[in-house]
C-alpha cells in the first residue's frame, strides 16, 4: 500500500477545532465536512488540495477533542496519508479506525518542506522525499491496521470478517 501526493505542512498542537471548525459540526456529511477542512488554519487548503495529496505536520497533531470528523475531514477531502512528529493518541485511534494512514516520524517532519512531493510505503514506513531525493524510515504499520486502513476503516473490517 502506497502513498503519493503534495505536501501541505502545519506547525505544532493543530487541534481538532482548526481541522473540522466546531461551527461546521451541525452535520456528519463527510463531504460538508472535507468542504471546510483546515479553512481556519489554511483557507485555501480546500481549493488546492488533490487526491492523495499529504499533510505533515509537528507535535501533536490532532490534539483536542475526541470525534471522528476531523480525521474525516482530512480523508474525505482528498488526503492520503498524516505524517506528523507526534500524534494525539484519540486522533491517531480515529484515524485508523475510519481508513486515514498516519504515521510518526520526527526525522521525516523536519526533513520535508510544504509543496514538496512525498511518496510513502506502508509495508515497509519508508517515506521518500522525491522533490529533494531523501529518504526517512517510518514504522510500518502491523498487518492488521495495514488491513483495517485497506477495508477503508474498523466497521469495514468487522463487516468482511
Not at 505544532?12 to 456528519?28: F, G, K, M, W
Not at 499533510?55 to 474525516?72: D, M, Q, T, Y
Request: proline letters at 3%; one cysteine or more.
Amino acid at each position: 500500500m502506497k502513498a503519493n501526493g503534495k505536501v501541505f505542512k502545519y506547525g505544532d498542537n493543530v487541534d481538532t477545532d482548526v481541522i473540522i471548525p466546531a461551527r461546521y459540526l451541525n452535520t456528519s456529511d463527510p463531504k460538508e465536512l472535507a468542504a471546510h477542512c483546515m479553512e481556519d488554519i489554511d483557507g485555501d487548503f480546500v481549493k488546492n488540495v488533490k487526491d492523495g495529496d499529504i499533510i505533515v505536520a509537528n507535535k501533536n497533531f490532532g490534539c483536542g477533542s475526541s470525534r471522528e470528523h476531523a480525521p474525516l475531514s482530512i480523508k474525505t477531502a482528498g488526503v492520503s496519508c498524516v505524517i506528523a512528529s507526534t500524534f494525539a493518541r484519540i486522533f491517531y485511534r480515529n484515524a485508523i479506525n475510519i481508513g486515514l494512514p498516519i504515521l510518526e516520524c520526527d526525522e521525516a517532519v523536519k526533513g520535508i518542506d510544504a509543496g514538496d512531493q512525498v511518496e510513502v510505503d506502508f509495508d515497509t514506513g519508508m517515506i521518500t522525499n522525491v522533490t529533494k531525493g531523501k529518504s526517512y524510515q517510518g514504522e510500518a504499520f502491523p498487518g492488521f491496521m495495514q488491513d483495517i486502513i485497506k477495508a477503508d476503516g474498523l466497521i469495514n473490517y468487522i463487516k468482511n470478517q
